[in-house]
């Protein structure tokens, strides 16, 4: 039973991660129905952005929670900086495009943050330094970290600023409108170009958020740290219903949930079957995938939209 | 029928005097080059079947290419010298029966990947654009993950001590590489001027209209993901017996994008645009490579500038070098009085 709300407890910090991240992606296909392939980079520059703010500030050698809570607003601001320039340079012009050109530019972006990642920051992993004292506590019989709980507690805050932001304000209406129907929301006289670069912004903020959650859970980062678990943010976006907010976060979480799980279980026997799941994770993600747009395109919170021709 | 066959012994005679030619003629390194040339023709041109032409959208085609890769090295490795020397009697003859065996196992390799392509090819019934994107891309890196955890073919490490192409033949790996692009590319032009073709085409350019038509969309979008299939695997192939050596690292979806880059530069729907642009896509980071000196890091600059080519050629010119055209429409000494619609070219 403990090893098992153990995993629970990793699979919850993780999924978290996932979640936040899942939200840009989510929120972005809501507006502009593109999959921002650049979004998992934007991920990582937050790390790196973090990275540097918090060798700049000196944590390195003297942590601090402030501190923490300074670097992470750093790189949310160089972060939404850079989400704002993506939409403006490269998906701007192709509003009126083809679906297809926006989304290989999307590509077009994601590769180059990737490569001129590594030509910026190196291609050597580093590592991220611990910007505030790490402890182990122990919570009935779980053992866990200080930094996972920070990382659950400021992922949920987040999430609930954004819930808030997206039901309770002005710009999350229009958000909702422009998301619901482009042409009718510009005719009902909503600012679309602002609420979009707002959006991408939005999403860039948490993209920030979840690097530098990352970089404490797990130090090393690198310019290609960003790709996988952006596939696996987006494969949780798709899993809670693409468009949906709430969706998102129960999908990171689930995602993070069966990675854990499948580590967990490994070496699994079922007669003389033996198979390392743990090494298929990976594969099990995407198989999810798979499975909800063949059975389920829709996701689990989502509805279905019968296409009209 | 005579002529035909006249045309292919032609073909395999040009294959095999270039192939005993060129390397007197040319340094490795540009041999090497020129083999890489053909391969990447093959895969580009093979992936503009399924992007270009029948309109859908893979970003999965380095799966492909793996599993004809391993399928055909693990044929040769293992069973390869045994089925060299049991050449039964009334077979052909000892000095070419290793051609026979490694056109077996490429051909076998090609057909598991056809096998491949239809599996994902299922899924493009219910989806499109951007979601059969990321399903194409999730099925890539399934199979990588999978490979990747057969230990019989090395797993992590790498498949190593993959028989070299000449070691089954007297001709060197040009023979098959070039032999392999230029099939690829008839079949291609054939097929698009086939009825299989219009109606490839006609899912590209509407597939309500094309269903309502009496297009079988299903059979034609799966048609078109196991021929693509096809020949990403037989690349795979060749690629894996001419580097000896296999890694499942070789086949991340960056191998995917690389041939993407390919077929949009070239020009989706544009088969003689993908020949020009994998060859221009090879050439490049070759003549780029002494820049790698002069950047921070000493990064490679090809992955940059590959994607910054891609970015500014969809900001500026998203048809690509040649659009939907084919190289015949374009150049002047062939161009012709009564400009027919797009893609029409190739039966000149």
Known sequence: ???????????????????????????????????????????????????????ALGLASNPSLLGAATVMLISMTVCGLLGFLNERIAYRPLRTAPRITSLITAMGVSLFLQYGGQMVFGPDPKFFPQVFPKSNLQLGGVVTTNYQLFVVA???????????????????????????????ASLMGIPTDRIISMTFVLGSVLAAAAGNLYGLVYPRIDPLMGVFPGLKAFVAAVLGGIGNVPGAMLGGMLIGLVEEYAVAIDPWAWGALHVHVGRFKDAIVFAILVAILVFRPSGLLGRYEPEKV | ????????????????????????????YMFQILIYIGINITLAVSLNLVNGITGQFSIGHAGFMAIGAYVSAYITYFFGP??????????????I??????????????????????VVGLPSLRLKGDYLAIVTLGFGEIIRVLILNIETVGGARGFAGVPPLQKFSPVRGF??????????????????????????????????????????????????????????????????????????????????????????????????????AA??????????????????????PRMVLFSLLLIVLMLTRPTGLLGHREIWDVVPWRRRRHPAGPNSGGAA
């Not at chain 2, 192939?19 to 003629?25: H, I």
């Not at chain 2, 051609?99 to 392509?117: K, N, T």
């Not at chain 2, 060859?279 to 490679?300: C, F, Q, S, W």
């Open chain 2, 175 to 276: 023979f098959w590489v070039f032999l392999l692009a230029v099939a690829t590319v008839i079949v291609s032009v054939r097929l698009v001027n086939s009825s299989y073709g219009r109606a490839m085409l006609a899912v590209r350019e509407d597939e309500v209209a094309a269903e309502a038509s009496g297009v079988n969309t299903t059979q034609t979008k799966v048609g078109a993901f196991v021929v693509g299939a096809f020949f990403a695997g037989m690349a795979g192939g060749l690629l894996g017996h001419y580097l000896q050596y296999l890694n499942p690292a070789m086949f991340t979806f960056v191998k995917s994008f690389e041939i993407l880059i390919m077929v949009v530069l070239g020009g989706m729907g544009s088969i003689t645009g993908s020949v020009l």
């Open chain 2, 82 to 95: 045994g089925l060299a020397t049991a050449t039964p009697s009334g077979g052909p003859p000892p000095g």
């Open chain 2, 1 to 28: 029928m005579a002529r035909r066959l006249a045309l292919g012994a032609l073909l395999i005679g040009c294959a095999a005097l270039l192939d005993a030619l060129l390397p007197r003629l040319l340094d490795p």
């Open chain 1, 1 to 55: 039973m403990n090893t098992f709300l153990q995993h629970l407890l990793n699979g919850i910090a993780t999924g978290s991660i996932y979640a936040l991240l899942a939200l840009g992606y989510t929120m972005v296909y809501g507006v502009l129905k593109l999959i921002n392939f650049a979004h998992s980079e934007i991920f990582m520059v937050g790390a790196f952005t973090g990275y540097y703010a918090a060798h």
């Open chain 2, 97 to 118: 029966a290793g051609e026979f065996v490694l056109f077996g196992a490429l051909l076998a390799g090609g057909l598991a990947a056809a096998g491949a392509g239809w």
């Open chain 1, 154 to 184: 400021v992922a949920i805050a987040l999430m609930a600023g954004l819930q808030w932001i997206v039901y309770r304000t002005r710009f999350g209406k229009a958000m909702r409108a422009v998301s619901h129907n482009f042409e009718m």
């Open chain 2, 279 to 300: 060859a221009i896509m090879t050439i490049l980071p070759e003549a780029l490579r002494g820049v790698k000196d002069y950047t921070p890091h000493n990064i490679d």
